[in-house]
């Protein structure tokens, strides 16, 4: 190889390192853009949290009903279960 030949390389392989940290640069960029978008998709844990420990309390008074009340009981479960939607909607 030629003198020439070997700093052609050189320079090539520098580009080439160049465009490849800028490629690393920006898929990093699009990842964090692609994980803030699907955070703002994500439900409000806190509030989650106290919806589900809301409708837990429920459950527990519903069944709770079944030995004195059927029906009572019966509505206070169906109840939870419409509180459990609405959980999965926060």
Known sequence: MH???IAYRQIFKKNTNENNEMDILKEKKDIT???QNELK???NQ???RIISFIKSGIRIIGYAFIPYDLVIATLIL???EIIGIIEELV
């Open 33 to 35: 853009t692609q994980q």
């Open 78 to 80: 169906i109840i939870s």
């Open 3 to 5: 003198d020439r030949d």
């Open 41 to 43: 998709d994500m439900p």
């Open 46 to 48: 806190y509030w989650h």
